[in-house]
């Protein structure tokens, strides 16, 4: 079995600060790892994800997250956020083999950026 | 490509009622998930649909049930619903489980409250 644990429920960070938001999984196999990310009132949105390869990934509006195995982990970061990245982030985490599959999700993370 | 629409996005309902909730996923995709989303469980998953068969199910009793037809669209029902069943229900399509790396493209939601 799999399981996502996102170690903060909430950040507080004020416009143009770095941030960094926690993602530790534990698994028995191999997995791909995800960040999405839920506006108020939507759905969710991935935001990026680890198939395989680099261990740094990298999304189109500046977000990036490292794969390390060793530690088990798969935080994002930002180097300076805006106002508009207000909102819930959720790791996810699925075995990379296998026919089905189910993703498990974190509890989610609030970023919350202050002007 | 249309994403994964959502009906209805709004509904009260009383306790003791039933519910259904509709979903259309993406052109070509053949699996559907339904997610239940509340403040304090996170995500939850509740089943998953492929080639109108279930394929896996999350832990709910069982008055959430669902379906899906041959065009891949899916219903979820709640019966005999509770105060605590209010919450936003997510749905989530992807492409055939097999092939698939995981990825979800979710819907907006449908947000019930039970009174």
């Known amino acids: 079995a799999q399981s996502v644990t996102q170690l903060d429920s909430q950040v507080p960070v004020f416009e143009e600060a770095p941030v960094e938001l926690r993602c530790n999984y534990s698994?028995?196999?191999?997995?791909?790892l995800f960040w999405y990310v839920q506006y108020p009132n939507q759905g969710l949105q991935l935001l990026l994800k680890?198939?395989?390869?680099?261990?740094l990934v990298e999304s189109i509006n500046g977000f990036e997250a490292e794969f390390n195995k060793s530690q088990t982990s798969f935080h994002l970061r930002k180097p300076s956020v805006h106002i508009s990245d207000t909102a819930e982030y959720f790791c996810?985490?699925?075995?990379?083999?296998?026919?089905?599959?189910?993703?498990?999700f974190g509890r989610g993370t609030s970023l919350i950026v202050h002007p | 490509k249309a994403g994964v629409t959502q009906t209805p996005r709004y509904l009260i309902k009383t306790r003791g009622q039933q519910v259904t909730l509709s979903c259309s996923p993406i052109?070509?995709?053949?699996?559907v998930s339904w997610y239940q989303q509340t403040p304090g469980q996170g995500l939850q998953f509740l089943f998953e649909?492929?080639?109108?068969?279930?394929?896996n199910k999350g832990n709910f009793p069982g008055r959430f049930s669902g379906r899906q037809f041959s065009n891949s669209r899916s219903e979820m029902n709640v019966s005999t619903l509770e105060l605590g069943d209010s919450a936003l229900y997510l749905c989530?399509?992807?492409?055939?489980?097999?092939?698939?790396?995981?990825?979800?493209?979710f819907g907006e939601g449908s947000r019930l409250t039970v009174l």
């Open positions: 698994s028995s196999v191999s997995v791909y």
């Open positions: 996810a985490v699925t075995k990379a083999s296998g026919g089905s599959y189910i993703p498990t």
């Open positions: 052109s070509g995709h053949r699996s």
């Open positions: 989530a399509s992807s492409l055939d489980g097999a092939r698939s790396t995981g990825e979800l493209f």
């Open positions: 649909y492929f080639s109108e068969t279930q394929r």
């Open positions: 680890y198939l395989s390869g680099s261990t």
